[in-house]
């Protein structure tokens, strides 16, 4: 059972992560303190409200009607001054962002350092940079470049990582607005998709396995349950298991590209989208979220075939040339982030058939035999392998 249940309020925004991975080191281990530090400075810098940005930034700060963190900021604009502001304000402020939700506080500037190494940008505990992160970083100057922005490349990883960290949430959530009809979730019925989904999750067969680690999840899965009727019932809206588990996730999925918002500003009138819905259809057909890892380019590029059986001279130099992003110092790559990328650029950079990554692997899989094998690979205790090794370079 994948589902992890670490998501905060304010771990929402995958551009934070990829800014807190972008300020990491792949060599040196660093604290989660020291990297919240450092975005800190980056996302509270003071900016002069340029003249060209004040109308859309008037109508990013309508979107907040009721935090007093900007009330000074409303009051210089009604006198016709140009008051300075934040950084990450100004980017959030951009009006083609799918949502303008996101900006960090005092207390929080750590959050999008623990997001990364819940998606596997950073390592755990050492925040050493990974082959995730390193796929995921910022091109251009993090201290003047937006990070909010998602282009398809990021926007498919996103979606990669999240069903890494999460996929049977993802397939409960999916089969949940189908099996109750839900189009739109909203402030009406969210509380109804959180509980809805948790009893799928609860009634899968994995979750109702005896092993530690399922019962542990078990545990916290009825814990929340009972958080979430509880508040309920009693009308409260503070701690609210919908605003820091719910909510994060759905942030999450409209940087993926599998969710809509009908205004940017709201946590509010979240939509599926095309690829979404394809997914859905797995998701309903399927009996664990796994099998949303099986299809997941061919419901992004609806429009194009799939090829099942990709072959080694067209995968190869996709391959050596993610090798500088993906190796370790043993000179290994990390299957899934390898397969990851292979299929991302081939479906981004081609109008061609698209490659699934269960094809991928098993390609490597079938290089890897014999004395003349092209690629050798790294089998873990249970037989399943984890990494390769190229034989030979371009």
Known sequence: MIVELGFRLYMMRFGLARLAATLASPERPTTIAALGQSLAKILTAPRKLQAEHVETFSKYLQGKPGSPRYT?????????????VEQQ??????DSLKSSVGSLTENYFEDPVTLA?????????????MSRGRLSLLKADYRSFSPFPMDMTQS?????????ADCDWIWAFLRVLQADGIDEITVSNRVVVLLHTIEVLLNSREIR????????????????????ERNNKE???????????LIPRLELLVDAGLLNKRKPHDLTGYTLTEP?????????????????HTNYFGCHFQARTVNPSPQWDEVYPLLFRIRPALEM?????????ATAATCVLRAVETEGAIWEMSAIRALLKSVSNGEMAEVTLSIDKYGAPYSFKLRKAL
């Open 276 to 292: 979404a819905l394809a997914m859905q259809r797995h998701a309903i057909e399927s009996a664990q979220g796994q099998a949303l």
């Open 89 to 94: 304000d100004v980017w959030l402020s951009c």
């Open 72 to 84: 000074r900021w409303r009051t210089a604009l009604k006198l016709g001054k140009s008051p300075e």
């Open 209 to 228: 396995s005896p092993t530690p680690q399922y019962a542990m999840t078990r545990q916290r899965l009825l814990d929340l349950r009972k958080i979430t």
């Open 235 to 245: 009308g409260l809206n503070l701690g609210q298991p919908w605003s820091w588990f």
């Open 156 to 164: 498919l990883y996103l979606g990669l990582w999240l069903l890494k």
């Open 329 to 337: 110092k043993t000179g290994h790559c990390l299957i899934y982030e």
């Open 117 to 129: 190494e819940i998606l596997g940008l950073l390592q755990p505990k050492t925040n050493i940079l």
